[in-house]
């Protein structure tokens, strides 16, 4: 692989690895603050039957890129710390995210 493309994957795992954290911290988002308390309070559960699983999904998908980046020099361990223990808390995820914009400036403002 040459460097050109190397950079160029690194970039595109990267922006990956974003975009399922801001995913992942709506999705959070969304099941703590509307889902959960409409399923308890109104006693509409579908809404965690639907989220539960988006979320899940979003926050296995997440921790599986991270650690394919860190395995794979792309993303820097304590990146890839702060991306896991952001997606466990609502808003973490979207402090993770300002995080890794500032430590990659090519994700974009």
Known sequence: MTDLHRGASVRAHRRLIYWLAFADGLALLALVAIAVPAKHLLDMPAGVSVL???HGA?????????LTALARGILRPGLALLLFLGALLPFGAFFADHRLKKAYPELGA
């Open 52 to 54: 539960g699983p988006v």
């Open 58 to 66: 979003l926050f296995i998908s997440l921790a599986l890129a991270s």
